[in-house]
Structures are given as C-alpha cells and as structure tokens.
C-alpha cells in the first residue's frame, strides 16, 4: 500500500484527476480478481487430482473403482485378474438347467458352452479396463469417485452349430414314439384302446429361443425345451371293431399224431394270443394278423411239455412255413416220437423172450447195448430198450391203420377212423411166432420168393425185419414150388412161419390199398 501514496504525490493534478478511479471503483475490481482465482483453484485442483488417479490407475493397470462386469464386482482389478473372474464365472461354474415346461422328470443340465455360448473373458475384461481411459474419463473418474457403479456388459458369442448337436442328441433320449391304437379282448369280446401320442424335442422352437433370449437364459441359467406331439398311425379303431371279430375267427391249429398209441392230439392259438396279432393297416383300416415267430415258437415249446418227458414233436416244421400254412387256412401236422426205455430182465428170462415181449427185433436190442447177445444175458440186467419209433423209418401215413389180433386171428383195416375192412388170417406157429408190436409197410413186391422154405408169397408186404435182411410181412396163401397152396384151410388159426397171412382176394385189394409208411399195429 505504501509504494501507491507517494506516486500519487509526484503527479500533476490536472493528471491526477484525469487518471485516478473512485474509491469505491477500486474496491469492486479487487474482489472481482478475487473470486476469478478462486474459481480458478476449483477447477484446476479436481482436474489435477483426476489426473493424478488417472495416471495411478493407468500406471498399475487397473480397473476403475465401481466398475461391474454385469453383477460382478471388478473395480481395482487387474486385467489379468478380471479375465481369470469372468471365465470362471460366466464360462467354468455356470450351469444351465433344461427343461420341458411342467414336467419335472424331464431334465439336463449342461454347461453354457454345451449349448453353443460362451462369455468372451479376454473382451469383457479389456471392456471393463477401457472405462475411464477413452470417451469419457474425467466423468467416469468422477463417477467413480462418488461412489457409483459403472456397468458392463459381458461380451457373449453363440454357435448355433454346437447348440444344434447337443440338442439333437438330446432329442433321441428324450423322444416318446407314440403308441398306436391297439384291439384288446377284454370280458368275452373285443374293445378298441385308443392311441396314445407321442413326444420330442423341437429343436427349432428351441434354438430360435435360445438366440433370441441368449443372455437371460444365461443368468437364469433355465432354458425351457419345446416339445411336440407325435402322432401315433392309428389313433382310434372303433370303425374296424366289426371286422375284427371275423379274422380273428381264424382257427390256427397245430395237430399232432403218435402212431405208436394212434393218438390224435391238436391245440389252437389262444384268442388271447390272436388278440395280440391283429393288425390294422394305417391307410385303408383293412384288419389283418401278423403272426409273431416268437408267440408261435412259445406255443409249440409248451404245446410238446405238455406231451410229458416220455414224449416229443418229430419233426417241427421250419417256423415260417408253419405260419405259411396257417395264413393259407392249413392246419400243421407233425408226429410224436418215443423216447427211448429200460427194462431190467427178469430170472430166468432170454433176449427172445424179453424181444416178444416188448414188441422189439432182438437185433435192435443187442445193437442198443454193446456187447450184449442171447448167450450173456442174465437176470437184473438194465436193458436199454430203442424207441419204438424206429420201427417206423418211413414217414407215417396217419389217414390208414392195419390193425392185427393174433388172439383173435383176425385183421380190421381203418381209412380215417373208419372201418374199410375186416379179414380172418392166419399168423406164426408158436414155434415161429409173429411179434407184437407197431409196425409198417415198408416193401411192395408183388410174389415174393422165400428160399429157406422154397415157396411164393404173393402180394407180399414187408413190416419188419426179424432179422437184418430177414423180412416179415402180409401176403396172400403161399404157393409152393411144387404147385400146392398152403394153408388154405387153416385161415383163423396160427400157421405161418412168422408172416400175417390172408386169402388172395384180400391180400390183392390190401397190396394196393396200402401204400408204404401205413402203420401195421399187431396186438395179442
């Protein structure tokens, strides 16, 4: 103050006058620079205190205070850090849960990338870094300051490849082929079960939601599959209930005949198991059965049980040709064979003796049990005793049945269960007897010749071997060499040399009768 009075005194007046301001003037322009410098320290000290945490965060390399990655807090990380942070957040620990809207038993959980997301962590870090350093700093800085938060969104990518494969193989897990109408027989007659729809996965419906709502699905971690219906061919088959009474109908029948026993037996496939055949075609309703191979080798396996351990089918026709013939209305026809025995053989009883009485060749016997002969054979003795079946090697004729009574020295002839004739004969002399047993036609020759007895045998039919190369048969009287025919007065009574004899007339009208695989039962 003092250096601005004495230059005031050294000026002229008039000088002084023309140059000097008001007091009051002065006083205004004092407080004027006052309030500019003032204003001037607001400004510049929070410019440089920003400068100064710009110029920190920037030299360490880290994220702004109050800066979110989404919910995630990364303010004062680094961007090492904050990659590491978002992987494992967004990408490693996430799981998504899908499922089919109100249904609880169907679920996955899956990883995001499983379905083709993936949070980028390099972007998203290097997004929450660039805050405060590019478009605006000293307001972000300010903001951050104060406290408030600056959001980032993470940076997401989505391969609809990747989501395609994973819900396609969700797809067949999860798919419900639909169940068509199915014809039940239900309390004595037939009902129709109406079709039940299928379900899968609409893959379409589910990946444009997905893409559409990528991010939300992401923080819900839910993401609902579409379903839709599958339609079953046939939904209803009340129309064709009147048909299906008609084919199912159908007899299928297995018959089964024992020429030892000259039993008839026959099954039918159960109406419940036909039920379970019937089809119906989806186009034009025309009902029909698919007979199952597996329903028709079940029956078949029970239908032998049931013959009992003693007993079995032959020969079963291939499955498919049994099937063939019920499909053409014919029914199946095979035979029971025998299995083999034992006999235990008795004090004082010979391999002949234990032959007559079982109906078997001795030969058939000795070959059954190695080593044996007529000579060492002796009392409890285990006899193992061949089928009876294999007196029969020719395939049956099950329509005829030659049935001889050497008691009553008679001969009836069956043709389908029915009595065709009924002829007196003659049979072996007990020194040279016929056998009992079950037999068959097995040889035609129209005059045989037997040269241990040098006579003919006309219309001669072979039964069994006696004796390897030694048949027995039926045959007309005898003619012998000499030109006498034997026997012609004994017919009724035993006289033969083991053969089954008749008059001429039968014998010729018997020859062409019965053809070979006739069975020839021969009884006491």
């Known amino acids: 103050m003092q250096i601005s009075q004495t230059a005031e005194r050294h000026l002229p007046s008039r000088t002084r006058e023309k140059t000097a301001l008001p007091r009051s003037r002065r006083r205004k322009i004092h407080r004027a620079d ?88 390099g972007e998203t870090a290097l997004a929450a870094y660039r805050v405060g350093r590019e478009a605006h700093p000293f307001q972000d800085v300010f903001a951050a300051l104060q406290g408030e938060q600056q959001l980032v969104m993470p940076v997401l990518y989505y391969d609809e490849m990747i989501a395609r494969q994973t819900l396609e193989s969700i797809k067949e897990e999860m798919t419900v082929l639909p169940q068509n109408a199915k014809l039940a027989y239900q309390d004595g007659e037939w009902a129709a079960l109406l079709g039940i729809n299928g379900q899968t996965l609409d893959v379409e419906a589910t990946l444009a939601d997905l893409y559409t709502n990528a991010f939300n699905i992401l923080v819900t971690g839910s993401l609902y599959l579409y379903s839709t219906d599958l339609s079953p061919e046939i939904a209803d088959l009340s129309p064709v209930l009147d048909n299906i009474a008609q084919v199912a109908a159908q007899e299928f029948r297995f018959q089964a005949y024992d020429p030892i026993t000259d039993e008839r037996l026959e099954w039918s496939v159960p109406v419940e ?134 008691g009553d020295q008679t001969m009836t002839v069956y043709e389908n269960g029915q009595v065709r004739n009924h002829y007196i004969v003659s049979t072996g002399m007990s020194n040279s007897p016929t056998m009992a047993g079950i037999f068959q036609i097995q040889s035609h020759e129209i005059n045989a010749y037997a040269s241990n007895w040098d006579l003919w045998m006309p219309h001669f039919m072979g039964i069994y071997e006696a004796w390897p190369g030694f048949m027995n048969g039926i045959h007309g009287l005898p003619l012998l060499s000499g030109g006498g025919r034997l026997w012609s007065s004994s017919l009724g009574s035993p006289a033969s040399y083991g053969c089954i004899i008749l008059d001429l007339a039968a014998a010729e009208n018997l020859y062409f009768w019965a053809e070979e695989g006739v069975v020839v039962e021969i009884t006491y």
């Open 34 to 121: 006052i309030l500019v410098g003032l204003l001037s320290l607001v400004v510049i000290i929070p410019l440089i205190f920003t400068s100064g945490v710009l110029i920190y965060f920037q030299s360490h390399q880290l994220n702004l205070p109050g800066v979110h990655v989404f919910d995630q807090d990364v303010g004062v990380m680094s961007l090492g850090d904050t990659t590491t942070l978002i992987d494992g957040y967004w990408n490693q620990s996430r799981r998504i849960n899908l499922q089919i809207p109100g249904d609880a038993q169907i679920s996955y959980l899956l990883s995001p990338a499983e379905l083709g997301l993936w949070v980028d962590p």
């Open 273 to 406: 198991i036909k039920q379970n055949w019937v089809s119906v075609d989806p186009g034009t309703h025309q009902v029909g059965l698919q007979v199952n191979s597996e329903d028709v080798d079940s029956l078949i396996e029970n239908w032998e049980m049931s013959l009992g351990d003693s007993r079995s089918f032959e020969t079963i026709p291939e499955t498919d040709s049994i099937i063939e013939k019920w499909e053409d209305g014919s029914p199946v026809m095979v035979t029971i064979h025998h299995a083999p025995t034992t006999y235990t053989v008795s004090a004082g009883e010979s391999l002949w003796a234990v032959s007559l009485k079982l109906g078997m060749p001795m030969w058939h016997i000795m070959d059954a049990n190695e080593g044996l002969t007529a000579d060492n054979i002796s009392a409890g003795m285990v006899l193992t005793i061949p089928s009876k079946n294999i007196l029969l090697p020719l395939p049956v004729v099950p329509e005829k049945r030659i049935v001889i009574d050497i």
